[in-house]
Each structure stands twice: as structure tokens, then as C-alpha cells.
């Protein structure tokens, strides 16, 4: 017993001094001058998996199941010049290389690219232009990797060399269909903001008799969702028989991607069968060099979308699409980062659309910064008692146990990309939210190493962001042009917290005068995204939005069209 004790402590020390007394392993990563003649700015991002089923590129998340990612900034590399991977790495979810323990790993590098902007403010700022890929850095076209080799690492390790000789290709455009078109427009406002040429765009869902109705106007509803390539959720096919049934994690169940296959078609079937509305839905492209959307508003980091989007993208869609082209004829939906737009851009242009259907809206109210208090936390990492110390939680599953911390979250950012440009959550908040910092990146809401939270920022973010501070601030005005417009749904478990910022919205709006004549609603035990029917489960009715709401809105439109509004010519 004494032998096997004595055998496990010599066995701990050795572990011991490879991760916390030995030097920690360092990676040589350069790019082939066959890739790239020139030098390259971007983040060098070093991959180990443990896991053979897929490239370590693919297989870092914020699940309990992430690989491991570490990130050094590169400036000017040159080709074929390698830049040390070491020590100084920020990593996630090990937050140094130091820690990474003894064993075998398979190994990969990617350069994720940044491009140099001009921007009109002034500043000239790096930062990775969207390249038709939604901001996801593992799949950039024009990103370099390495293929992933696998390796060992112990005490004796000597420096690992690594050569990105690989490029991820462009991504063709998705061609037009009988129902699915689409809109690609250069945009000044952003054009001249950037200091180079920016587009913007739509998927633009057309009605069953579009092309045999040519003098049919249409009402126009956008849809708010993150980056998508197409219009997803519409299916002329029937479910491929042969598909092999995946496990959903979020939803825990089998074969959810056949379900998302049926319900595809099914919507097919209805958009296309006698009586259903004829109307136009629209997903906006607005993917930036932050995010893989813009947040629809304008934004001092971001750029002017608001003004690009209602008055530049929404004019073309209804010009070449037929759209009817005024207010009373506009919705607009959405859930989580769709939702928050949906309210906002109701609430900043509140003439321009008739009513707006918010599903689980990113934080509605900064005092519910998920569950940080912008305004009154110290710290956006922990909660200070008077003898203890609370770490945050940033993201529960369906029983409640806490996933992932705020911290965690943030390491994971952090990794990914410094001065906010990880293309994730939290940055594009930061980006959409913040005052321009003296670096002409976003001027950070918090410390990201520290958590300590810059309560001046925060202050620029009520006064502009804070969408139930706006609305309480201007309901003397609003209030009138809003009336039966808002319509607000939240699941109580929401995996986020994002229900407790609309308890407090909901608190403001009971209050009004005049009175908003909407609805709150929650979803009993439901997580994120719910989006307000009672009597689908959440898997399904997430795969509705575009049809839960068209009868409401359809009744709306009649009720309050002006008089001589065409209410015909889409009615066939």
C-alpha cells in the first residue's frame, strides 16, 4: 500500500513538472509563400484535439465537450516566416499551454485573416471581413490551415513545426429559385463609413403566383435571424428517406434533422396551397467585419445598418420584389439576436413597420445583462457578497445545472480574437454598443481578464442600446406609435437567462400611458428560442415563425390600413 502510495506521488510530480515547472511546449507556425506571395495580418489560432471523429477546427464550442484553441496576434507575417505558439498564448479552455497535459493529440493551425479598413471616423482598424461564411472563423474562404497531424507531448517535447499549406475555397452564391430570390446591393452609407466598397443584402421568400401576378404588390415581412446562406426552412422536396437520424444535445431527441425536413416541406406545402397569405418575408445579409449580422441599428464600431438597411436594403427589396412600400404593410420577426432586432428596429423607426413579433430577445433591459447588472455590478465574472465571492453563470441547460460561466465564455472569445474581434457573442454586444476606444476598436464594457466592469461605457449603452430605457425615455412619443405593435415571448428557462431582462421590460410596460396594447407571454419551463405558441413543444414551433404570425398580421393590415391602401391586388 505504502509502494502504491509512493508510485502515485512520483507519478503526480512528474505531471506536475511538465505542466506548471517545466517550459510549457511551444509551436512553429508559418504559411506557404504558395498560399500567400505577401504578408498577412490575422490571429494564429493553434488547435489539439483528442477527439480523431472530425479536424480539431472543427471542434471548438462552448459545450463541456470543446477541444482546445490557442491565440497569438499576427502583424505583417511573412510568408514561410513562423510565428512562436508558446506560453503566451491565450488559450481556452486551458487557459496556457503549460497546462495542457501529457499525451498524444492531433494538432492543426489556422490562420483566421484580417483586413486593414480606413475607416471614415479616422481609425484604421484589422479586423476579419465576412467572406460569405457568417463570421465563423473555421470555415473563412481564404483562411490558411494546416492538415491536422497527430503528435506527442511530454516533458521532452521539442518545438513542433507546422506549415498552413491549405486554403479554404470561396463559397458560391446560392442560386435563384422559383420561390427563394435573392438581393445583393453596395451600400454608401456603409461604403463610405468602411473606406471600401460593403454590400448588403437579402433571401427574399416570393409568393405561391408571384411571376403570373406581375401587377400584385405585396406586404413585406423581415424576418430577423443570424447569418444564413439561403432561405433555410423551405423544402419543395419531401425528407430524404435515407437520412441518417442525428441526437439533438439542445433539444434531447432523435432525429431531429428529419423533423427539420418535415416541417420544411410541410411549410412548403402551405406556402404554395390555395388561401394562404400572399405576402413577401425577407432574411436580411448583413454579416460584417464583427459579426455574422449587424444588429440592424447604427452603431459608432458597426457602422450606420440602421440607415442602410431602412433606407437603402428595404427600398431595393420592395422595388424589385413589388413590395407595397409603406409602413402599415411592414412586420417583422424574429428570435434571440433576431428578437432584440425586431424590437429595436420597431422601436428606432417605429413609422416604418406595423408590428413586431419578439421571440427571446437578446437583453432587453442592461440591468439583465443575462444575469449581470451593468449598472450596479462591480464585476462581470462574480457577485460580491459580504463574505463571498459568486461566480456568474453564463449558460444553463434544461435542469438548471450551469453549462458554462461568464468567464469561460469570455476565455473562449478572448482566444479567439483580441480588441473584440472573435466574431462572438459578447464582442459583437461590445461592438454594436460601445463608444469608439482611443484604438479605434470598441471601448471594452468590461475588463475581459479581470471582468471589472467600465461603468461609463455602460452609461453610452443605456442611453442608446438599452431598449427599455428607450422606450421609457421617449413613451411620450413612441407610446402613440406603438399601440398594439409589441408582441414579446420568452421562455422561462431560457438557457441564456435573457427572460429576466423581459420581466423588467414587461414591468415598464404595464405602466404606460397611453397603454401599449401588446402582449408578454413566457413559456412555461420552455429554454431558448421561445417564440409564443403554447401547444407545440419548443423544437417544433421554433421551425414556424413563418407561419405562427401571418394570420395576426393579416387581420392587423386590414384594421389599419389607411384609406385607398391596395388590399387587393396580393389577396388572390
Known sequence: MKMICVAMMMMTAAVFSFTAAAKAPDFALSFSPDRSGQP????????????????????????????????????????????????????????????????????????????TFHRADGHTVKLPMDRGEGQHWNLAPGNLYSIPQKITLGPDTTRISLVLDQEIPPIPPPPDTKYIRHIKIKSEFLTKFWGRPMYIGANVLVPEGFDDHPQAQYPLIIFHDHFVEDFDGFRPEPP???????????????????????????FYQQWTGPNFPRVLIAKLAHANPFYDDSYAVNSANVGPYGNAIETELIPAIEKQFRGLGQGWARFTYGGSTGGWEALAVQTFYPDNYNGAFVACPDPVDFRAYTVIDLYNDKNAYYREGTHRRMTQPGMRNYLGQILITAQE?????????????????????QAVYSPVGNDGYPKPIFDKETGD???????????????????????????????????????????????NAVYLLEEFLKTTNPPYEGEVKYGDRAEHCWNGDPTQPNYLSRLHYNTMYLSRIIDRILKTAPPGADLTSWRY
Open 240 to 266: 430524404d428517406p435515407n437520412l441518417q437520424p442525428d441526437y439533438s444535445e439542445r433539444f434531447h431527441l432523435s432525429g431531429y434533422n428529419r423533423i427539420q425536413q418535415e416541417e420544411a416541406h410541410k
Open 409 to 429: 465564455v469570455n476565455q473562449y472569445e478572448l482566444a479567439l480574437g483580441t480588441r473584440g474581434r472573435s466574431g462572438e457573442q459578447f464582442d459583437i454586444w
Open 40 to 115: 498577412l495580418d490575422g490571429r494564429m489560432l493553434l488547435l489539439l484535439s483528442t477527439d480523431p471523429s472530425a479536424e480539431p477546427r472543427m471542434q471548438i464550442s462552448l459545450s463541456p465537450n470543446t477541444q482546445m484553441v490557442f491565440g497569438v496576434d499576427v502583424d505583417g507575417l511573412e510568408p514561410g516566416r513562423p510565428v512562436i505558439v508558446g506560453e503566451q498564448a491565450y488559450g481556452y479552455p486551458v487557459r496556457t499551454l503549460r497546462e495542457v497535459k501529457p499525451g498524444e493529440y492531433f494538432v492543426q493551425a489556422i490562420l483566421h485573416r484580417y483586413e
Open 453 to 499: 466592469i467600465d461603468h461609463t461605457v455602460a452609461a453610452y449603452w443605456k442611453d442608446h442600446y438599452d431598449l427599455r430605457n428607450v422606450l421609457e425615455r421617449d413613451w411620450p412619443t413612441l407610446g402613440p406609435k406603438l399601440r398594439g405593435k409589441l408582441h414579446i415571448y420568452c421562455g422561462s428557462a431560457d438557457n441564456y437567462f435573457l427572460n
